[in-house]
Nanobody, 124 residues
């Protein structure tokens, strides 16, 4: 069964850090791009970061660029999102997404598989 399971979310003070993990199974995930999206209360889901199938190229939303880092370990089928200098506006449910293609993409429609999400709350 194809499955993406996020972990690592929690409550952190502004300026702190969290590392999210996405454990992937049921597919040859190393062929496909992966991404992180997030959805804040009352807001639409938005793109956060993406990484290509090898992990050689990445992209980030302007709001997180310089603070977040996406990476992947294809041998372990795990995708990470290191989040530093967290701010209250980063508070959201963070979703791991598995792509349909090898190239990285910011577009939600390019991702077929989704995790259930993990809550990140940043207090001020």
């Amino acid at each position: 069964q194809v499955q993406l399971v996020e972990s690592g979310g929690g409550l952190v003070q502004a300026g702190g850090s969290l590392r999210l993990s996405c454990a992937a199974s049921g597919r040859n995930w190393n062929y496909y791009a992966m991404a992180w999206f997030r959805q804040a209360p009352g807001k639409e889901r938005e793109f956060v970061s993406t990484i290509d199938w090898v992990g050689s190229t990445t992209d980030y939303a302007d709001s997180v660029k310089g603070r977040f880092t996406i990476s992947r370990d294809n041998a372990k089928n795990v995708v990470y999102l290191q989040m530093n200098t967290l701010q209250p506006e980063d508070t959201a449910v963070y979703y791991c997404a598995g792509g349909m293609y090898s190239s990285k993409s910011k577009r939600e429609v390019d991702y077929r598989y989704w995790g259930q999400g993990t809550q990140v709350t940043v207090s001020s």
